[in-house]
């Protein structure tokens, strides 16, 4: 992710007053979570666990703030539990960036099948657990989707999470 698309999702998110920016620190959105925890418009938290930053996030939420957890599919898969707790029935808006490692044209390195692992599982999943979700490839669209799905999440009171791949990630 380079300097272009991380000055893109900052100003999403302060146009959208998200204020409280939640990870699990993972390479491709790194240069993202070093910019946020400088930035003194927002209050970082990093997390030990994918469910804990999940319920962490869901929990602020839920409580009125702006928030977003930022993520990879990995975490995503790990943290299924959690987010199948959270889902229509429940009322969460929790809004998820998540990196979409394993997308077609990936070159972060990962091995190949375990890079293909992602790929096959990790729509599938999002859809077993009726979450909406969008995948976010071109810069030009990507300031409009993070508010798009921000805004969306609160007002069906659902997680949404916002896959980042293509041009925005590599």
């Given amino acids: 992710m380079d300097a272009q698309v ?3 999702l900052v100003e ?3 146009e959208e ?9 993972e390479e491709p959105t790194g240069a993202l979570t070093r910019a946020i925890a400088r930035d003194p418009s927002f209050t970082s938290v990093t997390v030990a666990s994918e469910g804990s930053g999940i319920t962490f996030c869901a929990g602020a939420s839920l409580g009125g703030r702006r928030c977003v957890f930022v993520t ?6 790990v943290g299924a539990w959690a987010l199948s707790q959270m889902g229509p029935m429940y009322g969460v808006p929790l809004f998820i960036l998540a990196s979409y490692r394993g997308d077609v044209g990936d070159r972060t390195g990962i091995p ?7 790929n096959q599982v990790g ?6 657990l009726r979450l ?10 990507l300031k409009r989707m993070v508010r798009d799905a921000h805004y969306s999440c609160r007002q069906y009171d659902t ?3 916002l896959l980042l791949t293509g041009e925005v990630l590599w």
């Fill in 6 to 8: 991380v000055q893109t």
């Fill in 12 to 14: 999403a998110f302060k």
């Fill in 17 to 25: 007053d998200i204020d409280l920016v939640v990870t699990l620190p």
């Fill in 72 to 77: 990879g599919i990995a975490g995503l898969l």
């Fill in 112 to 118: 190949g099948s375990s890079l293909f692992t992602f």
């Fill in 123 to 128: 729509e599938p999943l999002l859809s077993a």
């Fill in 132 to 141: 909406p979700y969008r995948i976010a490839n071109q810069r030009s669209l």
């Fill in 159 to 161: 997680p949404i999470v």
